[in-house]
């Protein structure tokens, strides 16, 4: 049974940062790519970023190109969200998952989703 933890957010203002967390356990991690998504209230999950089973390879939504930063550590079973001049529209519960492969984008190819951390972010 995977079992993944989202921990790390909290309110920040506008321009702050926050580093997300997401533990896993129950599964080799090192053998799934890993992916963020977020969903603010009314609106659909959408992927933020995903990385690769080593490290090597990321992918960015166009919305956090520049501002935020996903890695993993594969020793500690934990894959990090930094995120960088937040902005009001950062405001959502963050989620993160794994998949097969990390250029995948949609929500449905990942399985084995976390419970959530929410980051509010004020203007």
């Known amino acids: 049974q995977v079992q993944l933890v989202e921990s790390g957010g909290g309110l920040v203002p506008a321009g702050g940062s926050l580093r997300l967390s997401c533990a896993a356990s129950?599964?080799?991690?090192?053998?799934?790519?890993v992916g963020w998504f977020r969903q603010a209230p009314g609106n659909e999950r959408e992927f933020v970023a995903s990385i690769s089973r080593s490290g090597s390879s990321t992918v960015y939504a166009e919305s956090v190109k520049g501002r935020f930063t996903i890695s993993r550590d594969n020793a500690e079973n934990t894959v990090y969200l930094q995120m960088n001049s937040l902005k009001s529209e950062d405001t959502a519960v963050y989620y993160c998952?794994?998949?097969?492969?990390?250029?995948?984008?949609?929500?449905?190819?990942?399985?084995?989703w976390g419970q959530g951390t929410r980051v509010t972010v004020s203007s």
């Open positions: 998952a794994q998949a097969t492969y990390y250029f995948l984008t949609r929500a449905n190819h990942y399985n084995y």
């Open positions: 129950g599964r080799t991690f090192s053998s799934y790519a």
